[in-house]
């Protein structure tokens, strides 16, 4: 019997960004860096096998579509349909890769504001 993986779907809700969480932004490595790059959704951690985003420009908005579509492939990809036992880490782990600078979605964590108070990093 294989493990069951710990995230399994998600759904638009509040996340709290005073906890950890990915940032995703939109934009092109050719033409700017994080700061250029429009923010689309932030991502909470894992409850009950399910992670909460909340999209931070307007899902509803035809000029966002390019953004959201993009933001929940790749939402869908690295935290489900990728089958990583313990996706939270291995989307931590995509933070720092190559195809992460190179693609038009870029992941970033951001630890609770207690880790970094006691010395963590962003």
Same mark, same amino acid.
């Given at each position: 019997?294989?493990? %069951?993986?710990?995230?399994?779907?998600?759904?638009? @809700?509040? +996340? *709290?960004?005073?906890?950890?969480? &990915? !940032?995703?932004?939109? @934009?092109?490595? #050719?033409?700017? @860096?994080?700061? *250029?790059?429009?923010?689309?959704? %932030?991502?909470?951690? =894992?409850? $009950? @096998?399910? +992670?909460? %985003?909340?999209?931070? %420009?307007? =899902?509803?908005?035809?000029? #966002?579509? #390019? &953004?959201?579509?993009?933001?929940?492939?790749?939402?869908?990809? &690295?935290?489900?349909?990728? /089958?990583?036992?313990?996706?939270?880490?291995?989307?931590?782990?995509?933070? /720092?890769?190559?195809? #992460?600078?190179?693609?038009? +979605?870029?992941?970033? &964590?951001?630890?609770?504001?207690? !880790? +970094? $108070? !006691?010395? /963590?990093?962003?």
């Amino acid at each position: 019997m294989s493990p %069951v993986p710990q995230i399994s779907r998600w759904q638009e @809700g509040p +996340v *709290d960004r005073t906890q950890e969480h &990915f !940032e995703l932004r939109y @934009g092109s490595a #050719n033409k700017g @860096g994080w700061d *250029d790059w429009i923010p689309i959704a %932030v991502i909470g951690p =894992p409850t $009950a @096998g399910t +992670v909460n %985003v909340q999209f931070l %420009v307007d =899902p509803l908005d035809p000029r #966002n579509a #390019n &953004f959201i579509i993009a933001a929940k492939k790749e939402i869908e990809f &690295f935290l489900i349909e990728k /089958g990583e036992l313990d996706p939270w880490h291995y989307a931590q782990y995509h933070c /720092g890769t190559a195809s #992460n600078a190179y693609s038009d +979605v870029h992941w970033s &964590f951001f630890k609770t504001e207690t !880790e +970094v $108070a !006691e010395g /963590g990093q962003l």
